[in-house]
């Protein structure tokens, strides 16, 4: 699993990185773009929302709710991730923090219409993954979804499966989402729904 300084030398190659793996249908990043589309499609359903992007990286999605007039705040360990969605993004509250740590007090003060996240969550594990929703749902704004757009499998033998498949490059510390998993955790605590887009690829629609 990367840690803070891998994305930072990551961060100028990775559009590139995701292209030619989205491209080629493969793990990790085949149906990216429909994931991105799906969560696009979902926030623009909202005139100028208040959007929070956990894990912005490049800012490939957030970039274009900005540009759509959604007002962007983020948080991302990377500062060289940062400093290239900064230059797509100049007016976005875009915040260097470590989610591991939860959130930055300065972003729960507020309220979001749509709270987003492409390819970030996996590096937390199931536990955390459980207590960051927790602390995410209050911040919905009336009737507003978190859209979990990651490396993500209906079932933990569709995991296995792809995991053979992929097993000369599959990052084995990296925790993707098992939907009836989370599905389960979060029972009685939020409603979940999940759209596959490939074989290793889906969005999880997280609401109160
Ligand atoms: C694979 S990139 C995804 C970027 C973007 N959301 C996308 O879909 O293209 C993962 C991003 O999550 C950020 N990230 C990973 N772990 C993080 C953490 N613990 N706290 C904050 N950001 C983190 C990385 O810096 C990187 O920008």
Known sequence: MLNKQGFNLW???????????EENNLYPFAGYKDILDFIFNEAMQKNHSAVLDIGFGTGILAS?????GHYINGVDFSSEMIEIAKGKMPLANLIEWDI?????????????????STYALHHLTDEEKKRFVQELLPLLAEGGKIYVGDISFQTRADLENCRNASINYWDEDEFYFVF???ESALKGIAKCKFYPFSHCGGVIVISK
């Open 64 to 68: 274009k709710l900005y540009e759509h």
């Open 180 to 182: 009836e998993e989370i």
């Open 11 to 21: 961060a100028n190659d990775y559009d590139k990185t995701v292209q030619v793996s």
């Open 100 to 116: 591991t740590y939860g959130l930055p007090e300065r972003l729960k003060a507020k309220n979001y219409e749509s709270i987003i």
